[in-house]
């Protein structure tokens, strides 16, 4: 059986909806952030960059959300949740690995500067600077990335729970996604989903 390890409302909130899309069996181990629990020593044996999500397969740990969504569609590839075409498929790796490297990073400079400075006035300039980033960021998303009322268009695939955070991080950093229409649209159809309502209620999340 598949494990995944989160904290609530972190961005392990995206394969945890991709686990609820593909309905295999898994469970689900909290890990608070907040609590300190990602690092505990145990769970550092799991994944020593004590950070979530972790997915643990047959096969061994998997991390980081790129990594993950990927092994999942892979790995249950009836859901078709992957294009078939080399291109269309670097196309999803790209989407991911800039929320993963890019859009991720701005948001964490709210609460997780301390990654990056121990000075108390760096710390606060870069808080200063979450939502404009994220703005741009999202900018970038609405214009390049959005192909259809899906990430890739017409098709639903691992991008959308993914990109589905990002609705989430701008909210949190008092960034209406109204102003961003097709994100705006993508939220009320990833909240529409089965998958998306039981992900959340899982984790105690509107």
């Not at 044996?45 to 999500?53: A, F, L, Q, S, Y």
């Not at 990335?145 to 990430?151: D, L």
């Not at 990109?163 to 008092?174: E, G, T």
């Amino acid at each position: 059986m598949l494990k995944l390890y989160y904290s609530e409302g972190s961005s392990a909130l995206a394969p945890h909806i991709l686990l609820e899309d593909i309905g295999a069996p898994y469970a689900l181990e909290e890990r608070s952030i907040p609590a300190g629990a990602h690092l505990e020593p145990d769970y550092l044996d799991i994944n020593p960059k004590g950070r979530v999500p972790a997915l643990e397969t047959e096969g061994g740990v998997i991390t980081e959300n790129p990594a993950i969504l990927w092994y999942l569609a892979e790995t249950f590839p009836d859901h078709g949740l992957i294009p078939d075409d080399p291109f269309a498929r670097a196309r999803v790796q790209e989407v991911n690995a800039y929320l993963c490297a890019t859009v991720h990073v701005a948001f964490a400079h709210k609460q997780r500067g301390i990654r990056w400075s121990d000075d108390p006035s760096v710390i606060d300039g870069m808080k200063a600077k979450v939502a404009s980033n994220l703005i741009e960021c999202a900018d970038l998303i609405e214009a390049h990335y959005m192909r259809g009322p899906w990430v890739m268009g017409e098709r639903y695939s691992i991008c959308d729970p993914y990109v589905f955070l990002v609705q989430r991080w701008l909210a949190a950093s008092d960034v209406d996604v109204a102003r961003f229409p097709k994100l705006a649209r993508h939220r009320d159809l990833m909240l529409d989903r089965p998958s998306t309502k039981a992900a959340l209620s899982r984790q105690g999340l509107s």
